[in-house]
């Protein structure tokens, strides 16, 4: 077990603090636009192991990244269809994860030995300064325990992983406590995997697409 700090997320020097954690290869927990998330150096697998641990997650189950910026996309993704374009257009910086194919130079354990990582543009000016002063993407996921409930608070944080991760951010409580909506962008039509902050409706308007095609779509 380790000493748990939590930090205020608008103090310079937590900041700083988080950031050199993350740069040794830790694990911190910060407040996104969506739920608090546990969050790591997402090109270092070592540390990517470490949130697997942390979480109690299956590492069959892959993690998503975090970005910085919109033009981050093609540092970690490869063969960007069209239609994944079209809703980083209209949901970024949002509440949407795009799974796509992945760059093979990503960590392994990070896509779970898949060809296809999940990636998001946060509506969050501390976690996209964050990632830009970091000059990384972020793995993340939610910051639970696997199948716990979604965290609102810090103290929701420290209630399931405290002792598990080296710090909290404490920026006061999300938004909600409904996580990302996930589209695989690999499938055509692309498909909903979870249904969350953007709704499954406002995503096949954006593509011109029938609700029921992008339900189906990869179903056999």
């Known amino acids: 077990m380790i000493h ?27 407040p996104t636009d969506t739920v608090y ?15 697997f641990i942390a979480k109690d997650r299956p590492t069959s189950k892959a993690i998503m990244l975090l970005l ?3 033009e981050d996309l093609n540092q970690v993704a490869a063969n960007i269809p069209p239609t994944a374009r079209r809703l980083v257009e209209r949901f970024w910086p949002g509440g949407l994860t795009l799974v796509v194919h992945a760059r093979p130079e990503l960590p392994a354990n990070l896509r779970a030995e898949t060809d296809t990582i999940g990636v998001r543009l946060p509506n969050s000016n501390l976690v996209r300064e964050f990632i830009r002063s970091l000059g990384r993407p972020l793995a993340a996921t939610s910051a639970n325990l696997s199948g716990g409930e979604n965290p609102r608070t810090a103290q929701d944080v420290l209630n399931s992983l405290g002792g598990r ?33 953007i709704s499954i409706e406002d995503i096949a ?6 609700l029921e095609d992008l339900n189906n779509a990869g179903n056999e």
């Open 4 to 30: 748990t700090e939590i930090l205020p997320a608008n103090n310079p020097t937590a900041i700083q603090r988080a950031l050199e954690l993350v740069r040794r290869g830790e694990v911190i927990a910060l």
């Open 37 to 51: 998330g546990i969050a790591t150096d997402g090109l270092n697998a070592a540390a990517v192991e470490k949130l």
């Open 68 to 70: 910085g910026d919109i």
């Open 165 to 197: 991760i080296a710090l909290i951010l404490d920026g006061g409580a999300t938004p909600g406590n409904i996580p990302s909506t996930v589209v695989d962008c690999t499938k055509d039509p692309p498909r909903v995997l979870r249904a969350g902050a």
């Open 205 to 210: 308007r954006a593509l011109h697409i029938r």
